[in-house]
Structure formats: C-alpha cells, structure tokens
C-alpha cells in the first residue's frame, strides 16, 4: 500500500509538470492539476513524498542491518556449538580423570594399611626374637658358668691323657710353602733355633710343609722337573736342620683344614698340652705365648684365635 501511495504521487507531480510545460499554444482546453492545487497543499504534497522517501531509505538500512545480525548471529551459533561441545568433551575428560584418581586413592590407601600391618608384624617378629636371643645368651652364659665349675672341680682329680708328658708344653706348627725357604730361614734366626736348642724349655716347633700342586689331574700325572728339583732342596734342607714335617697334600687354600688336621693330630699323638698353629710370615713373642699356656689349664680345651699381644707380623719389621 505504502509502495502504491508512493507512485500515484510520484504519477501525479510528473502528468502535472508535462501539462504545465504544453503552454499557451496548447490544443487541449482543460486546466491543468498543478493549476488547480494550491501553494501550501503542493508542498505538503511534497513534504511528505520527502518523508516517505526518508521512511523507505531508513527501512532498507534496517532491512540490511537485520539481513547482517541474523548472518553474524548464525555464525556465532555454530561457534557456541562447537565450544558446548569442546566443554562437553573437557567434563568427559575431568569426570574420568576424577574416577582414576579415585581408585588410585583407594588403592593407595589399602597399600598403606598393608604395609601398616606388615610393619606391625615386623616389630612383633623382631621383639619376639630380641626375647629368644636374650633366652639363648642366658641359657648360654649359664651353661658355660655351670660346665666351667664342673671342670675346675674335677681338674685336680683328671689325669692326664694317655702319652702326654708333663714336660711337653707347647707344639709349635709353622704353616710353610715349597719355596718359603727365604722365610724359614728368617723364622730359624728369629726364634726357632732357640727353641730347638732348648733354650725355652717344654717348647718345640716345625714347619709343615705341603708339596706343588701336579699339572693336570689324569691317572698317572708325574711330576715336573721343577718339582723334582724342589723337592729335592726340601729333602737337604730337612736334613740339614731337622725342623720340617712334610704332608701328603697339595698347597692349595682349600687344603687348609685337612692341614690343621694333620697338625692337631700330630701334637696329640705326641703328647703335647697346647697347639700353636703360626705362619712363616709371623713371629711369636715367646714369653707372652708361654705366659698364657702356663696360666691357662689346658684340660678345659681352651681354643684362641689370634692373640695380639703374643704374635707379631713379620711385614712389620719387627
């Protein structure tokens, strides 16, 4: 309607200006509109053609305005889409996230109550064993206390054994290699000559010698010609000092109890009160070592390790 008011005006100015442009020669006789309109009436004919005009540029703008919004507002719906989406996919995540921390929580949490209760259990295993171990040291301190006084009561009464001679105090066994003979040498210089010549009485000492160990373990193994040879400084070596025992073993670290075996049962068989087992590297001192088996009652079968105060090494220079 608005569009139809619009051209009728817009006929009507143009039929009144091309009647007023025909001019006094003109063959029609009727008078023209634009004639027959008054001043003001024209323009506000005109005011409000203006007016319209104003009113359709202002309703095309808006028209456009509204074209562009709803396009920006489709853009921004894909938008608000896609990030609803993206939150969507992050709440996923996080509630995951959340159930995995909860079971590591929970396992977590059983884990420490086991290692609660095996610590637990740790502490009453390890009192549990202080308390036996305090038994077994009492039970022991007691034992010996009672076997010490029964041995110190029938010490007097118990003879001695059979082929052991008052006279006979200490066997001193010398351990030695084949190719020790430097050391024995240093050894019969330091104090074994002294104790063969009898210079410290009830006291006698030897070195126990083994022989090379054989190349090769076949049936028939013979010996080489450098263990003849050794064996031979060996035999003239004995005979020249009369100090070496020898023993049916190879020298190896392994054979080292069947050599203190032999040792053993070499100064029982000879009736000897103490064993000293001493390497070729070392050197007694004579009067603490005698000291201690004259103080000490042998029949109690007293075995000591090393004493520091009766063995010096020989690296030591001394």
Known sequence: AFTFIVAQVLYTLATDK??????????????????SLRPCAEAELKAEVQDLKQQLAANSNKVHSDAATQKNSEGDSTKLAEVSQQLADSKSQVDSLKAKLTEKKEATNAAEEKIAKLTSEVAEERERASQANKAIEDLKAASTEA???????QSSAVAAPEGAA????????????????????????SYVDSIRKGI?????AEFIIGHLPYEGSGQGTLPTGQMMKLEKEILEERKEHGDIARIVLPERYENLPDKTYYILRRAVQQGWQWVLKIDDDQMPVMRGVL???????????????????????????R
């Not at 007023?20 to 006789?29: E, L």
Request: glycine fraction near 12%.
């Open 18 to 35: 091309s009647d007023g442009q025909s001019g006094p020669g003109s063959s029609s006789g009727s008078v023209p509109l634009g004639a």
């Open 147 to 153: 076997l010490t006084k029964a041995l110190e009561r």
């Open 166 to 189: 008052k006279d006979r105090l200490l066997y001193m066994a010398i351990l030695s290699g084949p190719r020790n003979k430097d050391r024995r040498q240093q050894c019969r210089r």
């Open 200 to 204: 410290w009485k009830g006291v006698t």
């Open 291 to 317: 000291s201690f088996c004259k103080c000490s009652n042998w029949r109690l079968n007293i075995y000591a390790g090393s004493l520091s105060s009766c063995i010096i090494s020989a690296t030591q220079g």
